[in-house]
């Protein structure tokens, strides 16, 4: 351990590479534990506007390679391409992978997937003769909660990642992950593990489309603008606005287990460093609290920040049927939907001066996380026992890491 430490963190998604980074850079666990850093992104980042902690003595180098497709070539040729773009790539010693492409057809979804992957570790097992671990993050998909309803009686426990039915494992690419470290690592000198989170919550400087967080942000920021609230506005309106819960009853009401991106950080970092009791292929369920929580509970909290009063939904309708399928909205609602809404004002954010706020959104994500609120009917949440047996840090408020974000998202102008 010590100076020597090199992470490479592969991320296609902005969220978590950016928390990551971010705390690796802190510096977490400690000034020396890391002495570099190695971001590799697909989408762009620019380094003055990446809000990350600036140069420092106790800081660790940080090189950022973004623009960086992993999908063409084999491990041989990407090998080839790190060993050219990474200064001193053969000091790597934990790599944090955290590359999720979506693709449209499913069966190539999977394979795009495993090939990315497996190209990383069989470039690595050529250049990195150091390499201690291997963290990457799975999701509560590979609980089967794809599945209208869910697949097992919550809370969720780690065993469960195993006792899929086969035909929905089939379409779990984490469970091809594993089979392809079980195989890789015999005989070498590293281990690996992964983290399964559900709900992530955190920033980025340019969107995400899978940051839940950004989007309900973005609809508060503007209804709260359209109703005269909040920054851009006269505030002088002293009477309450209320802001409906973006879904219906059943959805609001089911129990779930949020992590904010800083916390799911910290423990790939601190597992990647107790090789000991965090290695060996095993899987850890990730929160920030295990006490689950519900929608409809922290909204009224969020809107808050916002000056709004959040109350429960105004849907009635496709309340307990579990019809709808994982990312499905009913077809007609209520309400705008917050990414309905966001397309009919979002030029409020461009007049404000805030042009980030449109181009650096959660752009294709938006009709998924609409959906948030109508499929995720049925109760997921996760026990955190096993992580707990680790000795990684306790329990946080749920909606700490939700306004951390938001307080993120105005300094970076995403929000008014
Ligand atoms: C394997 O890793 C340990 C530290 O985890 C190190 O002490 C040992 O020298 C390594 N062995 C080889 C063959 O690299
Ligand atoms: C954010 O991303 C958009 C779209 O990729 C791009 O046009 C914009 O320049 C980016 N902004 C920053 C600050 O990186
Ligand atoms: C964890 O969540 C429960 C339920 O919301 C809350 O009472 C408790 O204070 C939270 N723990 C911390 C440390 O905030």
């Given at each position: 351990?010590?100076?020597?430490?090199?992470?490479?963190?592969?991320?296609?998604?902005?969220?978590?590479?950016?928390?990551?980074?971010?705390?690796?850079l802190?510096?977490?666990?400690?000034?020396?534990?890391?002495?570099k850093?190695?971001?590799?992104?697909?989408?762009?980042?620019?380094l003055?506007?990446?809000?990350?902690?600036?140069?420092?003595?106790?800081?660790?180098?940080?090189?950022l390679?973004?623009?960086?497709?992993l999908?063409?070539?084999?491990?041989?040729?990407?090998?080839?391409?790190?060993?050219?773009?990474?200064?001193?790539?053969?000091?790597?010693?934990?790599?944090y992978?955290?590359?999720?492409?979506a693709?449209?057809?499913?069966t190539?979804?999977?394979?795009t997937?495993?090939r990315?992957?497996k190209?990383?570790?069989?470039?690595?097992?050529?250049?990195?003769?150091?390499?201690r671990f291997?963290?990457?993050?799975g999701?509560?998909?590979?609980?089967?909660?794809y599945?209208?309803?869910?697949?097992?009686?919550?809370?969720?426990?780690?065993?469960?990642?195993?006792?899929l039915?086969i035909?929905?494992?089939?379409?779990?690419?984490?469970?091809?992950?594993?089979?392809?470290?079980?195989?890789?690592?015999?005989?070498?000198?590293?281990?690996w593990?992964e983290?399964?989170?559900d709900?992530?919550?955190?920033?980025?400087p340019?969107?995400?489309?899978?940051s839940?967080a950004?989007?309900?942000?973005?609809?508060?920021?503007?209804?709260?603008?359209n109703?005269?609230?909040?920054p851009?506005?006269?505030?002088?309106?002293?009477?309450?606005?209320?802001?409906?819960f973006?879904g219906?009853?059943?959805?609001?009401?089911?129990?779930?287990s949020?992590?904010?991106?800083?916390?799911?950080?910290?423990f790939?970092?601190?597992a990647?460093?107790?090789?000991?009791?965090?290695g060996?292929?095993?899987?850890?369920?990730?929160?920030?609290?295990q006490?689950?929580?519900k929608?409809g509970?922290?909204?009224?909290?969020?809107?808050s920040?916002?000056?709004?009063?959040?109350?429960?939904?105004?849907?009635?309708?496709?309340?307990?049927d579990?019809?709808?399928?994982?990312?499905?909205?009913?077809?007609?609602?209520?309400?705008?939907?917050p990414?309905?809404?966001?397309?009919?004002?979002?030029?409020?954010?461009?007049?404000?001066?805030?042009?980030?706020?449109?181009?650096?959104?959660?752009?294709?994500?938006?009709?998924?996380?609409?959906?948030?609120?109508?499929?995720?009917?049925?109760d997921?949440?996760?026990?955190?026992?096993?992580?707990?047996?680790?000795?990684?840090?306790?329990?946080r408020?749920?909606?700490?890491?939700?306004?951390?974000?938001?307080?993120?998202?105005r300094?970076?102008?995403l929000?008014?």
């Amino acid at each position: 351990m010590g100076e020597s430490n090199h992470a490479i963190v592969f991320g296609a998604s902005g969220l978590i590479v950016w928390a990551l980074v971010n705390q690796l850079l802190s510096p977490y666990p400690s000034a020396g534990t890391f002495s570099k850093v190695t971001a590799i992104t697909n989408r762009p980042i620019i380094l003055s506007e990446s809000h990350w902690p600036e140069p420092a003595s106790n800081r660790p180098d940080l090189q950022l390679i973004s623009g960086f497709d992993l999908r063409h070539g084999d491990g041989a040729t990407l090998a080839e391409t790190l060993k050219r773009a990474v200064r001193d790539v053969e000091s790597v010693t934990h790599i944090y992978y955290l590359v999720f492409t979506a693709v449209e057809d499913d069966t190539e979804e999977f394979a795009t997937n495993l090939r990315m992957f497996k190209n990383v570790i069989d470039a690595h097992g050529l250049i990195s003769p150091n390499l201690r671990f291997v963290a990457f993050t799975g999701g509560t998909r590979g609980y089967g909660i794809y599945t209208p309803g869910g697949t097992f009686t919550p809370p969720l426990t780690e065993d469960m990642a195993n006792k899929l039915p086969i035909e929905t494992a089939d379409t779990v690419v984490y469970t091809a992950y594993r089979k392809l470290l079980h195989a890789k690592n015999k005989g070498k000198n590293w281990t690996w593990c992964e983290v399964c989170p559900d709900a992530i919550i955190g920033f980025t400087p340019n969107g995400s489309q899978f940051s839940l967080a950004l989007h309900w942000a973005q609809y508060l920021s503007l209804w709260a603008y359209n109703n005269g609230i909040g920054p851009g506005t006269s505030g002088l309106r002293t009477t309450a606005v209320q802001v409906p819960f973006p879904g219906n009853v059943a959805s609001a009401n089911s129990l779930f287990s949020p992590v904010s991106s800083s916390t799911l950080a910290r423990f790939m970092i601190y597992a990647s460093l107790h090789p000991e009791t965090c290695g060996g292929g095993q899987l850890f369920n990730i929160a920030d609290n295990q006490t689950a929580c519900k929608y409809g509970e922290i909204w009224p909290r969020l809107a808050s920040w916002f000056g709004l009063v959040g109350v429960g939904p105004v849907e009635d309708s496709q309340a307990l049927d579990n019809t709808l399928k994982a990312g499905e909205l009913p077809e007609t609602t209520e309400l705008l939907t917050p990414g309905e809404y966001f397309a009919e004002h979002k030029d409020i954010f461009a007049e404000l001066g805030r042009a980030n706020a449109v181009n650096g959104g959660v752009g294709a994500g938006r009709r998924q996380l609409d959906s948030v609120g109508y499929w995720l009917t049925f109760d997921r949440q996760l026990s955190l026992e096993k992580l707990r047996g680790t000795g990684f840090e306790g329990d946080r408020d749920h909606v700490q890491g939700w306004l951390e974000s938001f307080e993120m998202f105005r300094k970076a102008g995403l929000i008014l």
